[in-house]
């Protein structure tokens, strides 16, 4: 069997060219880009499908050596949700064949989708090229629907059976833990032999350790401050509130913390939380947190990386995470993270070691995690040399080099069947 030459990969929803930590641009993004950068530096090209969102995109745009990103017009260039976008799913799969027909036939070896509403393309695509179909779920409906925050939408029956058929059509998925990819043959009957699981990585180049009180200069906090940052999407999945509420619950246990408290939440509205743009700010307003709590739009990642390395802990108090790829970055730069004990933030952050688990949400939980990690030096220094040494786990060339057999396995699979 000849090598992989080309890949087609779809991202439907979301641009890898988005700004992480707003809309619907977050882990994925970031995943969909490091991942072609490194399949390209071995040689493979990729072609990166996504939904034009504006008029002034060029239609093709190089990301890198090896990589380009085609912005397919499929609907309104703004405006339509999630939700809406599986009107839009045919005319989207109609020009990215279209785009293939240009070329002799043969010219992608394999199709790799991202969330189901790509893998629903992504399975015309194989059925139309002749070639394997890879699909990463990074999120699950049923996961999400059965650890809903307070208030939040649950997701539509149309995606769960959506997702129930990419699930089958997929010849090899891939899981970003051990517990997803028990959850896709528990919950979806995925056959286990098809699923493969491949970690995400972190940019060890871009997110590594700085001396703290440099990073805390150049982003304006003081030398001596208690630095509990939330980095993300702000949605009721992510929980940032958890966050709000515990250092309220701390302060009105110690209140002589709060001269030397500050909380960066770093990110923009998202998903549901578009309905309520206002109500993180509006709730950090009600636990008398307006002098401790500074709301900063999404940064780059090179920004992003200094933000973890000026704080003292990381929050992800999410409802559910696939993989948790901020605990990583987090972890990366030295600093510890606080995070909710479930789904792949269970595999990201080691208990003890890198940052500590906190079961559920209840306040008083995580405001004793914080009261914990921030009253005990010893403690703290060791969840921090734990911090740097288990991102140390997790790189893009290792996700690379895993998800190219993925890719083999897979073209073998179906080269059985013909």
């Known amino acids: 069997m000849d090598g992989l030459q080309r890949l087609a990969m779809i991202s ?8 992480p930590g707003t809309g619907d641009a977050g882990g994925m993004n970031v995943y969909v880009i490091e991942l072609a950068k490194r399949l ?24 890198c050596d090896g990589v380009s990103v085609r912005h397919i017009h499929a609907g309104p260039f703004e405006g339509l949700t999630k939700h809406e976008l599986p009107a839009q799913l045919c005319v989207f799969a109609r020009e990215v ?28 695509a194989r059925d139309r090229w002749g070639v394997p179909l890879v699909h990463s779920m990074h999120t699950m409906a049923k996961v999400k629907n059965d650890a809903l925050a307070e208030g939040d939408t649950p997701e539509p029956v149309a995606r769960v059976i959506g997702e129930e058929q990419v699930v089958e059509a997929a010849d090899m998925l891939i899981a970003s833990t051990d517990l997803e990819a028990k959850q896709l043959i528990e919950l979806y009957d995925a ?8 970690p995400p990585g972190v ?33 009721p999945l992510k929980a940032p509130d958890v966050l ?18 500050v909380v960066p939440i770093v990110g923009g509205p998202s998903g549901s939380g578009l309905d309520k743009p206002q109500a993180l700010a509006d709730l950090a307003s009600q636990l008398g947190l307006d002098d401790v709590v500074r709301f900063v739009p999404p940064v780059s990642q090179d920004e992003l990386a200094r933000w973890y390395a000026a704080a003292t802990l990381v929050a992800v108090p999410s409802y559910n995470e696939s993989f948790g790829l901020v605990a990583v970055e987090a972890e990366a730069t030295g600093t510890p993270v606080l995070a909710a004990a479930v789904g792949g933030l269970t595999t990201a952050v080691r208990d003890g070691h890198s940052g500590l688990l906190v079961e559920g949400h209840r306040t008083g939980d995580w405001a004793d995690a914080l009261q914990r990690v921030l009253g005990d030096d010893e403690l703290r220094a060791r969840l921090e040399a734990g911090a740097r040494e288990q991102a140390q786990l997790f790189s893009w060339d290792a996700t690379a080099e895993a998800t190219l057999r993925v890719y083999e396995q897979a073209r073998s699979s179906v080269l059985a069947t013909l």
């Open 40 to 63: 390209a530096r071995r040689g493979v090209e990729v072609d990166i499908f996504t939904r034009a969102t504006s008029s002034a995109l060029d239609q093709v745009v190089a990301a």
């Open 97 to 124: 064949l279209r785009t293939e027909a240009a070329h002799p036939v043969g010219h992608y070896d394999v199709v790799h989708s991202h969330y189901w509403l790509s893998g629903q393309v992504g399975a015309l």
């Open 203 to 235: 940019d060890l180049d871009v997110f590594r350790p700085a001396p703290k009180g440099e990073a805390r200069a150049a982003l304006g906090l003081p030398a001596d401050a208690d630095v509990l940052l939330f980095a993300g999407r702000i949605q």
């Open 191 to 198: 056959d286990p032999a098809r699923v493969e699981v491949v």
């Open 12 to 19: 439907l929803h979301t641009s890898p060219l988005d700004q």
């Open 244 to 261: 709000l509420r515990a250092v309220a619950a701390l302060l009105e246990r110690e209140p002589g913390r709060r001269a030397r408290t």
